[in-house]
């Protein structure tokens, strides 16, 4: 037994995992259901590092050093559960198993109860970045004991991202924690493209302009606040002409936003947990209204553009109030996604520091920017803080930016132009800056239909109204 780590699932994460564990000079036990892919592994990058190759899972652990540390990385969902319960019985007390797939992080608290149950520590680990993060740095997001991180700590360091020294990888909490707040990270980044998109939607609507010259402001927008990986990237995609017919490459690529599903279990979790969550939930639906194709079609058809065109006057103010705007609503889509691991953090025990996540996501992930070291900040400077939209950097940005942000919201909502991110990230901010909300009315429609009982603005108690009768207040 020689290998210090091994990797189960040698597919294209897997692999790259795995010679991004060798090239940092650890012993890598490797192993794939199917023996070609770990022959061929060894084959074209067998001169990284040093690779133990195995065709049995027994020969596999049998190759690991103890306590046994095995990252599967196989396909999400029942392939998962097949190869742990193929493992469990090949392993000892005290070893580790670690999935680094897009596992559910409900997915993930059963299996750590489970091989918890046999004396193993089970680790769900978020890993992002992709092909290219896996392979030279990605930021990983473990859960798991305290224990395994000992083992695990040191060498997950090493192969993460590095920003400013310090590595894109932290312990993040207990059983799911990890791929909680992976979940989570996924819904920014489904947030933050949606943003991105509906910027670069109003520019050309607003401007007239070519994909090229957006690409040129985004990369103007990408020397300041906005730094990040992905405004940089979408100056790249922007840029690009189809080498085919000599088109701006995005006006070729068909209007259906794809998705695998971590958007909506961002949602579907932040409706469990009462956290609003409008940007991930607006951006998540966005894709899915670009793929109803008949139904867009039907209204196509039903609703005939008018023709009217929109043209800004001033070009200079409104790129910069486009500019204001998407910061402001990509600052409440982060306030949101962090509201929403703390809520996560409390209903399950986590004690997730939220500023420690800001951190392990500065590098080595598609969301990558900037502006988390200012998250990291805020939450370092105060951990309870109610909401990073008043923290002083944010609420800076944001308050700057309210007049730019409605003159677009306005501008675009008469134009026709969709903006639900933009939008509904204002609406949201709105609501929460309002000295009174209307939900006081809809308290009052509960108790009138369902004796629902509201509480008052000057008493403590609930109370109800006998609608149907002489209207009396009783104490409910
Ligand atoms: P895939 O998700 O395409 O999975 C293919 C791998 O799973 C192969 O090694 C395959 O083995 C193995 N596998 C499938 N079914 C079984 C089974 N029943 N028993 C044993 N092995 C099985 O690979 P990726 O590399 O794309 O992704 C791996 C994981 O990483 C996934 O959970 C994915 O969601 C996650 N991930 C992917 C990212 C990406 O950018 N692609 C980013 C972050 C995470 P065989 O070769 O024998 O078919």
Request: net charge negative; proline share 4%; with cysteine.
């Amino acid at each position: 037994a020689s290998a210090q780590i091994g990797v189960t699932g040698l597919a294209v994460m897997g692999r790259n995992l795995a010679r991004n564990l060798a090239r940092n000079g650890f012993t890598v036990a490797v192993h794939n259901r199917s023996p070609e892919r770990t022959r061929s592994l060894v084959a074209e990058h067998g001169d990284e590092g040093t690779f133990v190759p195995a065709e049995s899972l027994a020969d596999f652990v049998g190759s690991l050093e103890r306590p046994r540390a095995v990252i599967v990385m196989v396909k999400a969902g029942a392939p998962t559960d097949a190869v742990i319960d193929e493992l469990v019985p090949l392993l000892e007390e005290g070893d580790i198993v670690v999935d680094c797939g897009n596992a559910h992080f409900a997915d993930t608290r059963r299996r750590e109860e489970a091989l918890r149950g046999h004396g193993l520590h089970f680790v769900g680990t978020g890993v992002s970045g992709g092909e290219e993060g896996a392979l030279r740095g990605p930021s990983i997001m473990p859960g798991g004991s305290a224990e395994s991180y000992r083992k695990l700590g040191p060498i997950f360091e090493k192969i993460a991202a590095q920003v400013d020294g310090t590595p894109c990888c932290r312990h993040i909490g207990p059983d799911g924690a990890g791929h909680f707040v992976k979940m989570v990270h996924n819904g920014i980044e489904y947030a933050d493209m949606q943003l991105i998109a509906e910027a670069y939607d109003l520019l050309r609507a607003g401007l007239s302009a070519s994909p090229a010259e957006i690409a040129e402001i985004f990369r103007e927008w990408n020397g300041g606040e906005l730094e990040s990986f992905l405004i940089e990237i979408t100056a790249d995609v922007l840029a690009h002409t189809d080498a085919a017919t000599g088109r701006p490459f995005v006006d070729v690529v068909l209007d259906q936003a794809e998705q695998k599903g971590t958007g909506r279990w961002t949602v579907q979790s932040a409706l469990d947990l009462g956290i609003p969550i409008t940007g991930i939930a607006e951006a998540t639906f966005a894709r899915s209204l670009s793929g109803h194709a008949d139904q867009r079609e039907a209204a196509r058809r039903a609703f005939p553009d008018a023709g009217e065109k929109w043209q800004v006057d001033d070009r200079e103010t409104f790129v910069e109030d486009v500019r204001r705007a998407l910061l402001a609503s990509k600052i409440v889509a982060y306030a949101q996604g962090f509201d929403h691991i703390r809520a996560g953090s409390r209903e399950y025990d986590w004690d997730i520091d939220l500023g420690g996540t800001a951190t392990i996501w500065r590098g080595g992930c598609i969301i990558r920017a900037r502006f988390l070291d200012r998250i990291r900040e805020a939450y370092d400077a105060e951990p309870e803080l109610a909401t990073l939209l008043v923290a002083p950097w944010f609420a800076d940005r944001v308050g700057a930016g309210v007049p730019g942000w409605r003159r677009v919201v306005a501008d675009a909502a008469r134009a026709g132009v969709p903006t639900p991110a933009f939008s509904s990230s204002l609406a949201y901010f709105d609501g929460l800056r309002a000295q009174r909300l209307p939900a006081a009315l809809i308290q009052g429609l509960r108790d009138n239909f369902g004796a629902h009982t509201y509480r008052r603005v000057d008493r403590d108690g609930s109370f109800h109204t006998v609608w149907a009768g002489d209207r009396a207040e009783v104490q409910a």
